[in-house]
C-alpha cells in the first residue's frame, strides 16, 4: 500500500510538472502583442490618395523647358503627385 501510494503520489507530481510546463510555454503567446506596420497607402493623405487615382497622357516631344504646358505637367508629377503619366510618341 506504501509503494501504491508513493507511485501515485509521483505520478501526480509529473502531471503537474507537465501542466506547469505546457501554461509556462503558452504565456508568450497570450502576452505578446502583434505590431502593426502601415501600409504606405495608410501614410498619404486623402488629397494624395485622389490624387495617386489621376493618370495624364503626355506627348513625347514635348521638350521645350520654358514650355507652360511641361511646367504644368512637373508641377503635377512633383507638387500633387498624380498616380502616372503616360507619354506618347509622335510619327
Known amino acids: 500500500m506504501n509503494r501504491t501510494r ?7 507530481s509529473h502531471i503537474f510538472l507537465a ?7 503558452c504565456q508568450g503567446l497570450f502576452t505578446k502583442q502583434e505590431e502593426h506596420t502601415l501600409e504606405p497607402w495608410e501614410l498619404l493623405s486623402l488629397e494624395q490618395k485622389v490624387a495617386q487615382m ?20 512637373q ?5 500633387v503627385g498624380v498616380g502616372g503619366v503616360v507619354v506618347y510618341g509622335v510619327a
Open 6 to 12: 508513493l507511485t501515485s503520489s509521483k505520478h501526480i
Open 19 to 25: 501542466t506547469l510546463l505546457m501554461v509556462m510555454g
Open 54 to 73: 489621376i493618370m495624364f497622357r503626355l506627348k513625347g516631344d514635348l521638350i521645350d523647358p520654358e514650355s507652360k504646358e511641361r511646367e504644368k505637367f
Open 75 to 79: 508641377r503635377w508629377i512633383k507638387e
